[in-house]
């Protein structure tokens, strides 16, 4: 972990434990909130992998007779009789007494006559009941996100249906005297609130939704009020507010209120500013005014915190090993957050990892982010680096 | 590319061009269908990248008397005499004769008197108005994905909305006689239609949406009404049918209705029997019956060829480099689509590439794909390869 700060969030995260059924065709990206059992056996019959005749191995060496045609989705049993078989088409019920399929390619096949190769092994193209999951096997565990994969697989099953944990209802502000929203029209003297949609962005880009409830002015009543109003929700996000400058409510705001501080920074940079509060299970997150820090902060903190929330059993980021490409240097006394693009095996920094730390443009640029420990002071060329791909 | 037949696709693709305009928050991974342009500087004034004292530079020798305070968000415009500073809050507007910062952590302050500390440079803290993007600048082109760094951006500029392409229409089927929809209740003989749930899910996760239109039967006739009736759809996407069995019905009803065939198969594994048929700018897949088949060529042809379609300007898989765990034979005629599990920078088959073809189970286990090239007979341990994540 960044910091010790972060353990004691994440120690302390409680999942909401909220469940609803909904239907599979929904469920892509959601997480299941029940163990899965294996319903019906896969195959629940025993049948062709590939098109050919059906047959006994033991007739192997005899002139077999091919009696008729077994087509998919027939649900009538055949049975073979001595030196007899059946053309059968993939996907079609075996016939009792066979054992090994010849496909079309290698069968060997006059007048309704067949004749076994020597290449031929027993059991060839025969999938068995069962072979891949039989009836009682766990298929899916509680806490598990439900990937495209996992879809398909349920729905082999017969299983439309599942019970999946909801999402925390998140609120989020901005706050700052200085902003504008984006729909409005700032002046040369005023800027616009970028931070809000960066946030509701990275947030649904990992299947969460928050409502935005505008930008919090910056007056002890106004911070106050927001917070008050925020009842309903599990999570709070405000970005801006949170540096040491005189016009800072929102801790004090929040302590009135009873929320007990986690933290009021991290060792991070970009990110310091970054503040977690609780109250029985509702968090408060306070991310910088710095659009890059406030970005970088809801990806690598809030996203796995809310993932954590709602029930996710794996909550971390994916890493992937790359190369680095040049030679920086790092404040080591923290941990640093560092931009880069990966391609073909290797992380490079953008422009040398030197630009304004509340800029934009490198986050569009970038791909990936390499987060330094604390008492490392570079990167050299050539080292392997594990990184966080953002995209 | 794997096969040159795919070559043909994406070289056949037109872009449907259909365009509308929305708001950014709802814009997160929609493609861009216009260039934007930088209509405000980036900042937009000069200001403080830190809180602390503005001062000018060439009075650092001298005893600095601290006059006021600059709040972010005020619009004033304050001016510094000779030997004069503000306190400056981070993001408020610098005065007029201010070109540096000292932050409040560096600054030695004693009743009202600012001393500069030999250390601070010229500049320091000092945000220049367009030092990060200058109006007239291209913003983002044409053909990009909508990033949620691209979204703060678009704020960061007042930009709440934007033009996107629209997504092609897409109709999905299964086929076959033998499937029941997972919402009915199969017997012991019956299988359930997994591909449709599968392929739906990977065309939501690159934010495609299809129509499901249901379980076309075995028969020349439903064959072709169902064709009929999606006259509406840019794309067609049926799975099954496709085999050489006795029942496939597919390709003679699209010849039947106008359609072109650009290839009825390739030289994959799985998914051998995938036909893509073209007519005037609508586009039929026919993937494989195999369920893993299916959910592979859907995710390596068919999302590539949506995005096309599109108008992406980005349509091939990111690839990351892995080094191969393990040792395996791979069938060198043809392009092998290999399963595997990355982690910590290795990449390892799922048992040892040895498993049914029409399992679904891999999949679920996998986290990333190897793409064998044609002439490819192993990969030997420790060999880097390229690999794309499936998640």
Request: charged residues 25%.
């Amino acid at each position: 972990m960044i910091d010790k700060n972060l353990d004691l969030l994440f120690k302390s995260i409680k999942p909401i434990n909220r469940v609803k059924k909904i239907g599979i065709d929904s469920a892509l990206n959601e997480i299941l909130a029940e163990n899965v059992m294996v319903e019906k056996n896969l195959p629940s019959f025993d049948n062709a992998a590939l098109d050919g005749y059906a047959f006994n191995y033991s007739d192997k060496n005899s002139d077999i007779k091919i009696v008729g045609t077994i087509y998919t989705g027939d649900k009538n049993i055949y049975t073979l009789g001595k030196n007899e078989a059946y053309r059968i088409m993939t996907g079609a019920m075996m016939p009792k007494n066979s054992d090994t399929i010849v496909e079309f390619e290698k069968a060997i096949v006059k007048d309704d006559i067949l004749k076994i190769d020597s290449s031929i092994k027993k059991n060839n193209a025969y999938r068995y009941t069962g072979e891949e999951v039989k009836r009682g096997e766990t298929l899916l565990v509680k806490g598990e996100l439900l990937t495209a994969a996992k879809i398909m697989f349920l729905a082999s099953q017969g299983i439309n249906e599942v019970t999946i944990y909801e999402k925390p209802k998140i609120a989020s502000f901005s706050s700052g005297d200085e902003i504008i929203e984006p729909w409005e029209k700032a002046s040369e003297y005023e800027i616009y609130n970028a931070n809000s949609s960066g946030i509701q962005a990275i947030l649904k880009n990992s299947n969460f939704k928050s409502s935005y409830k505008g930008i919090i002015k910056d007056t002890y009543e106004s911070t106050l009020n927001a917070l008050r109003n925020s009842g309903d929700y599990d999570v709070i996000i405000t970005s801006g507010g949170a540096s040491k400058g005189d016009h800072d409510f929102m801790k004090e705001c929040l302590l009135e209120l009873g929320y007990e501080e986690i933290f009021s920074h991290i060792n991070v940079r970009p990110g310091k500013p970054t503040g977690v509060y609780k109250k029985d299970s509702k968090l408060v997150f306070i991310l910088p005014g710095n659009p890059m820090a406030a970005f970088l902060i809801a990806f690598l903190i809030v996203v796995p915190a809310l993932k954590q929330i709602s029930g996710q059993n794996i909550s971390n980021h994916k890493k992937i090993v790359a190369r680095f490409d040049g030679n920086i240097n790092l404040k080591e006394q923290r941990s640093n957050l560092v931009l880069g693009v990966y391609k073909d095996g290797k992380f490079k920094t953008i422009n040398n990892n030197k630009f304004g730390s509340g800029m934009i443009k490198p986050l569009v640029v970038a791909n990936a982010l390499y987060v330094s420990k604390v008492g490392e002071s570079k990167l050299e060329d050539g080292r392997l680096l594990e990184i966080i791909m953002l995209y």
